[in-house]
């Protein structure tokens, strides 16, 4: 039955098969990024850049996108919304969870206490539930938010695996299920698209509640990790990824 209301609600808005299949994309990034650690050969030089044009244009498509968009949809309250997702992250990455930054995990000792690479797992599994639920929000508004959102999820995709499975091979967990969690990860993110386009209702607080959460990964997650590297280049390449957004808007953005 669930299967059938599932088809009939996307059935509706044809545009959520997209979605859906976007979501399955983005869940593939952090498996992917899971495997560089299960891969120790592979050169992990490409993840930084990710990193920094992740940080970019996620921040300036919460900023000239999602948010004009949700004040278009709710009104005022949109910005109130946008400050519960900005601290839902907040909250279940850095409050729930003892222990959590993007990058790889080297601080061993704090991860086996407590046993905190479950607990990031759970932080960073509600963070990946709302990608997921972003990727969705926009399909809903139009295709150009939906294709928008997407990139800014896909991005970190590949250091947001690469995160979870250093942390839990940090944290005494095999290899194998360090590239689990990349895979709970990637679930979450597609679970995240299902329970959006079945409840199409909502929009008009997912899309806030995404902005919010997008705003909180580019800037208190993604931005930290970027300015701990040295030399300007990271630095350049978060101005790429912004303006990667700008030009989208030139070129397709009518
Ligand atoms: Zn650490
Ligand atoms: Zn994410």
Do not use: C
Not at 35 to 51: C, D, G, K, M, Q
Not at 84 to 97: I, M, P, R, S
Not at 146 to 160: C, D, R, S
Not at 219 to 224: G, I, R
């Amino acid at each position: 039955m669930f299967l059938v209301e599932l088809v009939m609600s996307f059935h509706v808005q044809p545009r959520m098969w997209i979605a859906l299949g976007l979501g399955l994309a983005a869940a593939g990034g952090n498996v992917l990024g899971g495997l560089f650690i299960v891969r120790r050969n592979w050169s992990r030089r490409y993840l930084t850049y990710f990193l920094a044009l992740g940080a970019g244009f996620m921040l300036a498509a919460s900023l000239i996108d999602m948010l004009p968009e949700s004040i278009r949809l709710a009104g005022d309250p949109a910005l109130f919304y946008v400050l519960v997702g900005y601290f839902l992250v907040h909250f279940f990455e850095h409050t729930v969870a003892p222990h959590f930054h993007f990058g790889e995990e080297t601080h061993g000792a704090e991860m086996r206490l407590h046993r905190a690479s479950f607990s990031a797992l759970a932080g960073l599994g509600i963070h990946t539930f709302f990608d997921g639920v972003a990727i969705a929000s926009g399909f809903l508004v139009s295709g150009w938010l939906g294709m928008v959102i997407f990139l800014a999820i896909v991005l970190h995709k590949l250091p947001e695996g690469f995160a979870i499975s250093s942390l839990m091979l940090a944290g005494g967990q095999s290899r194998r299920s360090a590239l689990l969690g990349a895979v709970l990860l990637g679930a979450a993110t597609e679970a995240g698209v299902v329970l959006t386009g079945l409840l199409h209702g909502v929009v008009s607080y997912t899309l806030p509640i995404s902005a919010g959460v997008t705003l909180y990964v580019a800037a208190s997650d993604l931005m930290p990790e970027v300015n701990r590297e040295p030399g300007p280049w990271m630095a350049i390449l978060v101005f790429i990824g912004v303006a990667i957004l700008f030009v989208l808007h030139k070129l397709v953005h009518i």
